[in-house]
């Protein structure tokens, strides 16, 4: 132990057992040190964007045990929307200010890959300024799959297409034993880090999730980082890490174990340590609620994520994100926990200090 605090004290790289017996220290010590390291990159800055979530289907080939969200296992709901439907979505919010959507959906078989694609090219050509997030490598392993494209082109479809940068989702937990239980069939962890790889390598970012909170154990979370880390080596081209917690309602897990406020700060705080080449820890409104979100932002933590307008991945969980935040809330939250708030663009350029 006194080796672990001596490289905490010098900021030194850990290894996966020292990585491990960080569980053991006090939160507030955790926090010392992954506040240390937030401050240097950050300062008492607090970052979050307007931005909207749009899921343009629910209907899933894969049959995730932990998600609530695709329709065919109990959402009752299935959807499709049209390209029409969908640019109606962007029309609005794009009046209202909104600087990047996000899209992410499911893994629909009926739908050709055009359905997909096309749907980037359709809002970059009328908005050629709004910043596109989307395709996890989730989705991208599916087309892969389903079109017998290769990982390469459908990655070169979403460059010419009009994707901006590409969302952290997909990546669940990397250890393959727990992978298997949870979201068998799925992108392996492997191919997950081999497609961010192949878009870090086109000089373009992305982020990284990681689900947590199921039936992992911690030091499935101290892996999961250190693969990101051993690849972020490799590419640089990770802008954010954001530890999602499990919603558990309407899933096919039965998971004991709760996680309390304690257990989601230090692992933010531990994030924050052992990821020491990501520069932006996220703490996702959407799964952790904005209190502990901001809590978050004093252990390690420096972005709430943004506005979202419509949620429905983690609100179907039982997360109560499905109507989003404004801009007003985050601003007078991180106001009054004596932090600066700051609007960026999805890659973190500063847009404006309130
Ligand atoms: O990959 C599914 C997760 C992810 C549940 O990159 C659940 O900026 C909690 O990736 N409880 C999709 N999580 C969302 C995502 C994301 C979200 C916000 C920002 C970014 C970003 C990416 O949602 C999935 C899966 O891991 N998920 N079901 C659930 N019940």
Known sequence: ??????????????????????????????????????????????????????????????????????AHRKNPNPYIMTHEEIIKIVDETVARGTKEIHIVSAHNKDTTWQWYLEIFKMIKEKYPKIHIKAMTAAEIDFLHRRFNMSYEEVINKMLEYGVDSMPGGGAEIFDEKIRNKICKGKVSSENW?????????????????????????????????LRLRALQDETNGFNAFIPLVWQRNNSFIQADKIMDSEE???????????????????????TMGLNLAMVAQEFGANDLDGTIEKESIQSAGGAKSANGVNLKTFIDMIKTSNLIPVERDSLYNELKTY
Not at 45 to 52: E, H, I, L, Q, S
Not at 200 to 224: C, V, W, Y
């Open 264 to 286: 989601i700060l230090k692992t933010i705080s531990i994030s924050r340590i052992v990821l020491d080449n990501i520069k932006n820890i996220k703490a996702y409104w959407a």
């Open 193 to 225: 880090l081999k497609i961010h790889k192949l878009w870090h390598q086109k000089g373009k970012q992305s982020n990284a999730t990681m689900l947590f909170g199921h039936i992992e154990e911690r030091k499935h979370r101290i892996d999961h980082m």
């Open 1 to 70: 132990m006194k080796n672990l605090i001596t490289k905490l004290e010098n900021q030194s790289r850990l290894n996966e057992e020292e990585a491990n017996q960080l569980w053991d220290l006090d939160l507030f010590v955790l926090a010392k040190y992954a506040q240390k390291k937030r401050f240097e990159l950050h300062g008492k800055k607090v970052y979050f964007n307007a931005n909207r979530h749009i899921n343009p289907t629910n209907i899933c080939a894969d049959t995730c045990k932990f998600c609530a969200f695709s």
